[in-house]
């Protein structure tokens, strides 16, 4: 193998690797996006649920200024 087409391998193998590195920079990148989306909703969700739990955390118990007197007195 001449010393032209050893060079010619060596871009030829760098050309592969850069090509197999933009596919998986592509791949990761849509992963990322897709995961971000995920946390935008789930952050949401977990705002209207806490909400929700605010909203519903009202006292079952009557203050005691509204409670009747038990029997005994």
Excluded: G
């Excluded at 949401?44 to 009202?58: A, D, G, I, W, Y």
């Amino acid at each position: 193998m001449t010393e032209i087409e050893q060079l010619r391998a060596q871009v030829d193998e760098l050309e592969m690797k850069q090509a197999f590195q933009e596919q998986t920079i592509e791949e990761l990148n849509e992963a990322l996006t897709a995961q971000q989306f995920l946390i935008e909703r789930m952050q949401v969700q977990m705002k209207f649920l806490v909400e929700k739990q605010k909203s519903s955390q009202t006292s079952n118990l009557a203050d005691e200024s509204e409670e009747t007197p038990p029997p005994h007195y």
